[in-house]
């Protein structure tokens, strides 16, 4: 069937103007996230892994006991998730696959900090102007929509292959719920108690900062757990770019046909997927 418009040579030539002129921006930014995944990566490994252990166990506890982390009723509601996370990370470490799980863990940090960075503002934005919020809603419908694999083709032709473009095509995929959930808690706040901000003197500045965000907080937490599991979501997708990890460990046996690294790879990846939403779950129901 013939073509009546060729859109795809529009947009490539579009990339392609894009890669000449801002080659400078591509590369400071390549430089960077490649800086810190480095950086944090190392940093990650030079902990031993019973310090590191203790580090989450402690963590996960608080998030689900809160205060009451020295009283029985803590020991109760912390207990399981801390078994889970003694079992799951030291099964992790047994395997021999603790190196492709710190790899992984700051690919998601990395990825997730800036989706946040990047979202919480945006959905500010959206919150408090109508013009920017009917704008900004297709693109977040554009980019939920649009199938992961195919931002990996932009991530690669300006970043070539490492975790650089795993990074950047993690972020595009996760960034939409920090976005939308920050739009929805601060449109969430009930008007009465704006209002009342406004009675008592109070500036717009004051009252999205002390007003508005802290009660949107539970519903902002939420996002941010989205955005964490969504970018987990993308590690094996980000190996096909060369990112590191246990995501490469899974395409290495979807390519090998080796099920066993397979499985137990990809068991790795639930594990880490299952603790850091137990524990950013945990957090955001503490300031429901």
Known sequence: MSRIIDLGKYIEIGINALEENFSFLWRAIDDGISWTVDNLSELLLSIPFVVFLLIVVLLAYYAKAGKMMFKKE??????????????????????????????????????????????????????????????????????????????????????????????????????????RLTSLGIRSVPNDVVEAGRAFGATEKQILYKIELPLAMPTILTGVNQVILLALSMVVIASMVGARGLGSVVYQGIQQNDIAKGFESGLGIVILAIILDRITQSFANKKG
């Open 74 to 179: 803590g020991l109760k509601k912390g207990g399981g998730l801390v078994a889970f996370v003694v079992i799951g990370l030291f099964l992790i470490y047994a395997m021999g696959y603790w190196e492709d799980a710190m790899c992984t863990t700051t690919l998601v940090l990395v990825a997730a900090f800036i989706a946040l960075v990047l979202g919480i503002p945006i959905g500010i934005l959206a919150a408090k102007n109508r013009t920017a919020d009917i704008i900004i809603r297709p693109i977040l419908d554009f980019m939920q929509t649009m199938p992961a694999f195919v931002y990996l083709i932009p991530a690669i032709f300006f970043f070539s292959v490492g975790d650089t473009p795993g990074v950047v095509a993690t972020v595009i995929f996760s960034l939409p719920p920090a976005v």
